[in-house]
């Protein structure tokens, strides 16, 4: 769903960017007219803070300098272009022995074209979620290097580009779809974490997805269990949790989504200590049902002394930052192929007779470059051991239920473990994931619950 720009604004970017150029090479007029200074300083004014038609969408503040940066550095490109023209003329045809006169002139346009660009600059890097650290980190390096400073604000200018086009775009499909509440579920949605992480609002482990949901209709809720216990000792914590939830909202039940280990806690909770009364759905999201035999080699192959002072420095740690009782090694454990076995094993019967609507998904990396790191570093082995993988999970231990979805993206890219709960807050090209879990959500809605 595209927008075109209207003749209005596009005469508009156009007005601005003749008016930028004007001012950047107004010396002349200026030093033989003085009375020509509030002109062009009110139309330069103009140009630096609404370098594009104002938005009226207070709601993306964010979008909006993002927005306005990328039309500044534009103008400051043309701008630039007709300087140096301007200039080489005025050096060369107009004031050939004034070299004084033009030297100034030069000066003056490069201070004019500093501020606008430094304004663009301040608003992008403020601003975009896209650029990321290492775009930024390369933008500040680059920035003093000609040649290669052109080419990494090309770069900049794409990608905040494509940002604002995207979620442009999706600002206008929410707000086309905002009556019809797709994501009100008749039951709320738990969100539970894999593990090593916590329940934080800053940052969010779900990324940007909770917010989607929300804007959509849906009620939230998150697990806050332990970052790393074993599947019996999370379960425990969830179970208690699900029971909370389904009675204090008073629903009776919740849709529980569930990342990574968190879904073998969550199906421990089910079908081991009955909370299956309180479950409608569940879902579990790039899972490992059958475990990860990497992990199985790990904990052969690196030696006790090392794992216990791996273990006692990360428990000690996650205490200090509000686990209760953070239990490393049995967190690692738990994801081995051979606990998986047993698990299964253990849990078949029962959810065989629960009557909940289960679903789950995967993705997979088509390469190790396009995971961040450490996913890119763990994909080569765990291909090596398992097959393709996501950079931590195999795709043969995603499937388990009823439903099973495989999320790809074309290109080269593919979408890692950290992809599918946005952690990294990245628009991928060919996959949306906000826009999966609206999916996920109105689905169940359809099938009413």
Known sequence: MKQKSSPARTAYAVSMALAAGV?????????????????????????????????????????RHCRYGAACLRIFLFSCVVSAIFHAAAAVLLFPEEWRLWTESAVFCLCVLAVLFWDGMLRVYLSSIQLGVRHRAAGLLCGWVPV??????????????????????????????????????????????GVFFRDRKFPNYWGRIPEELIRNGAEIYY???????????AGRE??????????????????????????LDCRFAVSQLSAAPYVASLTTINTP???????????NRIPDTVQKKIAHTYNTAMKKLGDQAPDFMAAVRDLTAERCRRLNAQTAASEAEDGIVCLSVGSKLSRASGGRFPLNFT??????FDGPNDGLVSERSFHWGGEYRLLTAKGRRGIS???VIDLN?????????????????????????
């Open 425 to 449: 807050r990245e628009n991928i090209p060919g996959f949306d994931v906000r826009e999966f879990y609206v999916s996920l959500l109105s689905d169940l809605k359809k099938k009413g619950l």
């Open 417 to 419: 473990h950290g992809d």
């Open 238 to 263: 969830l179970a208690a949790r699900i029971r909370e939830i389904a009675v204090s909202t008073g629903c009776g039940k919740v849709n529980v989504i569930a990342h990574s280990k968190g879904g």
């Open 379 to 384: 994909y080569p082995l765990v291909k090596y």
């Open 23 to 63: 001012c950047a090479n107004s010396y002349f007029l200026i030093r033989d007219m003085p009375v020509l200074i509030p002109v062009f300083l009110f139309l330069f004014l103009l140009t630096a803070i609404f370098p594009v038609w104002p938005s009226r969408s207070p709601a993306r503040r964010r979008l």
């Open 223 to 233: 697990g806050n269990h332990e970052s790393a216990a074993s599947v019996p000792d």
């Open 148 to 193: 290669l400073n052109l080419v990494m604000l090309r770069k900049i200018l794409r990608i905040v580009s494509d940002e604002v086009v995207f979620e442009t775009e999706k600002e206008a499909l929410n707000a086309a779809r905002a009556g019809e509440q797709v994501c009100r579920t008749r039951y709320p949605v738990l969100l539970v974490h």
């Open 289 to 299: 049902h059958h475990g990860c035999e990497f992990a199985d080699y790990l904990l």
